[in-house]
């Protein structure tokens, strides 16, 4: 299904709520399994939903923020989130990879790399996070293209990618902020290898399918790179993804404020004072936390210079509506909260893997040297994962 931005098809986020309850009543057992949510995306693919972002002229609705629509994109992530925050992370892992090659791609990267979203389904997936003790991932100039190596961790969405984007150090002597280079990857590609086994320890968002990739001499010629080496921070694309995360805590945090009503109601709770506070305190913060992602919005489609900030803001209230969420639901749906069947302890492992893709303190660092016009890196209020590794590794001379 292809939908345009004109079509008298339903809203894309009254499609993605239309699909959030199946989401709900399937995450149980993805998670169980550790299996990736394949007929999740199915479902997202036949509404039209995985090709949201991509431009008209190929097939998909002309939505996202390259499109200037950005708030369109993160409702959509929000509905997804309330069925099952794991299959939420890893439709907007997609849908970011769209956008970073909208934004740093040339139109004929642009039509090469996702009109196969439009007209095979296919999934990206995205691989830029190094651990502080592994080897960071070189990418070295061949004549007309690259090769890669290296390891790569977190790498959501590469049970079902049939292409991603990956981060790599351009190799030299710069400085490496200036050297991160961002290629699309076809898993073809027979340098590009999925070892799983590694993600099985986690406990939370296991249906991600977020395991380790290793590229092992990756060939790729030269129309895999996206931009130059260093524009992903400089146009501050890292940044704008922290809205889709703040969508994704919002849908959750809405998910907690439903089965908490619902418990209230069903344990006849209606007359206590405490428990109709705790309802109160989550839809405050609930609320508060998508008028931040709004604002955020706005800030992007006007151009504003203080958008990437406003993302950070929007990123940290959002993961405060689900831990006031998390705590209020539990004490009014109270001990059945422990129960399988109430959804409750999967939702709860998920979220305390999820809301630690960033410290708060250095968000709200972020935030404040951005107030006190003190000079910011607002793409990474945390260590820069991709280049975590460095001071180890950079100069030994196996990256030579």
Known sequence: MTMSAESTTPAPEILARALA??????????????????????????????SLNVPSQWGGAGLGPEAGKPLELWKVTRAIA????????????????????????????????????????VIFGGYGSQLADSTPTIARRRDGGWVLDGKKFFCTNCEAAG????????????????????????????????????????????????????????????????????????LGLQARAYCQFAASFVGIADRLLHESCKSVAFRKLTDDASAIARIGNSRLHLDAAWGLVERAAQAYQR??????????MARYFAEQAVRVGLENALDNIGTFAGSAASGMPKLARDIHLYIRHESRDRILRTIGAAQLDLRVDTNFSGDNPILKGLSKHEHSPSHR
């Open 21 to 50: 309850e199946d989401f709900w009543r399937r995450a149980a057992d993805h998670d169980a399994a550790g299996s990736f949510p394949t007929q999740n995306f199915d479902d997202l693919r036949t509404a039209g939903l995985l």
């Open 163 to 234: 292409a991603a984007l990956v981060w790599a150090l351009v190799e030299g002597d710069e400085d490496p902020s200036d050297r991160i280079q961002v290629f699309c990857v076809s898993h073809d590609n027979p340098g590009l290898r999925i070892q799983r086994g590694w993600w099985e320890q986690f406990q939370g968002m296991r249906s991600t399918g977020s395991h380790v990739v290793q590229l092992d001499r990756l060939e790729l010629d030269e129309s895999a790179a996206l931009g130059k080496p260093g524009d992903y921070l400089r």
């Open 303 to 312: 151009g504003e210079p203080d958008a990437p900030v406003r993302a950070n």
């Open 82 to 121: 309330f069925g099952d925050p794991a299959t939420a992370q890893s439709f907007h892992v997609h849908a970011n990879e769209i956008d970073i090659i909208l934004g740093l791609g040339t139109p004929q990267q642009h039509a090469m790399f996702l009109e196969p979203v439009v007209d095979r389904g």
